[in-house]
């Protein structure tokens, strides 16, 4: 599957995920146990995201669809430019902008027009005017060079095989002395066929997975420098519950629980930081 499909297949399957009502009979039954937003709340909290960040935003903005909390991590100060890399309904992009405040600035950009138009529906409704939402690829930013300060990306970049020229872009956009703070899944062992085959698999963080060594030499080889593992834990399983993509690749194999656990044991989540060196002039 070439890069220009899987872009297709992204944008129809996110904007799929916006209009798809979650319900607990898409599900096999020993797994229908809970309440979809309360799914979505417990997975939430479980990759790192307090109940106070959760009241803090609009409630459609989180899809609980990230691996990981890349604004916990990421020590952003007052004044700065934030990019999210695939900002999605906005939740990361609304919590980055509490922290850098009235006198800073976050872009969203998502490949997605459904999602932009949800994100900008979610700015309007909690007042959050130091946000702005972009449609646009992330091998091929609409951002001027040298302009953030700070990048983060909750488990998009996976959806590219264009790895090295994401963060390529990532580094021309970002300021000498900027930073990247990424949270994203890696590849622990081989995935099944039917995973790596699927446009559900693409399209739900799994068939891109790479290596952590390959995923850390896109960084480096991009100019990055001071690459850190911040972060490492096992993939959680609740992901793949409240995820639809995810859902449907459950449904579609009648996957048991068994299985559904060693695709989970397969990859893990990670959170990765790195810098961009300053001008030696």
Do not use: W
């Not at 909290?45 to 899809?63: C, F, H, Q, R, T």
């Not at 669809?65 to 695939?86: H, Q, R, V, Y």
């Amino acid at each position: 599957m070439n890069n220009d499909q899987i872009k297709q297949n992204v944008k129809k399957g996110y904007a799929d995920i916006l209009t798809r009502n979650t319900k607990k009979s898409f599900l096999p039954s020993f797994l229908q146990c809970c309440d979809p937003k309360e799914m979505v709340a417990n997975v939430s909290n479980k990759i790192g995201y307090s109940d106070e960040e959760l009241k803090s935003v609009p409630e459609d903005a989180n899809l609980g669809i990230g691996c990981g909390n890349p604004i916990a991590l990421a020590s952003i100060k007052k004044g700065e430019t934030i990019l999210d890399l695939g900002s999605g309904a906005g939740f990361d992009c609304f919590l980055a902008s509490r922290e850098t405040g009235e006198t800073g600035k976050v872009i969203g950009v998502d490949i997605t027009p459904e999602m932009v138009e949800k994100a900008n529906k979610n700015a309007k409704k909690g007042n959050y005017t130091n946000v702005e939402f972009k449609v646009g690829e992330i091998e091929n930013l609409p951002i001027e060079n040298e302009t953030v300060d700070l990048i983060i990306s909750n488990c998009v970049i996976n959806l590219s095989n264009q790895k090295e020229q994401v963060f390529k872009e990532a580094f021309r956009v970002t300021k000498p002395n900027g930073r990247i703070m990424i949270s994203d899944i890696i590849l622990l062992s081989e995935l099944p066929d039917y995973v790596k085959n699927s446009v559900e698999g693409h399209i739900a963080c799994l068939s891109g997975a790479v290596k952590k060594d390959d995923y850390i030499n896109a960084i480096t080889k991009a100019g990055f420098t001071n690459v850190n593992i911040d972060k490492q834990t096992s993939f959680p399983i609740e992901l793949m519950l409240t995820d639809p993509i995810a859902q449907k690749i459950i449904s579609d194999n009648n996957l048991s629980e068994i299985e559904i656990k060693d695709i989970a044991n397969s990859i893990a989540s990670i959170s990765i930081s790195a810098k961009k060196p300053r001008n030696e002039n």
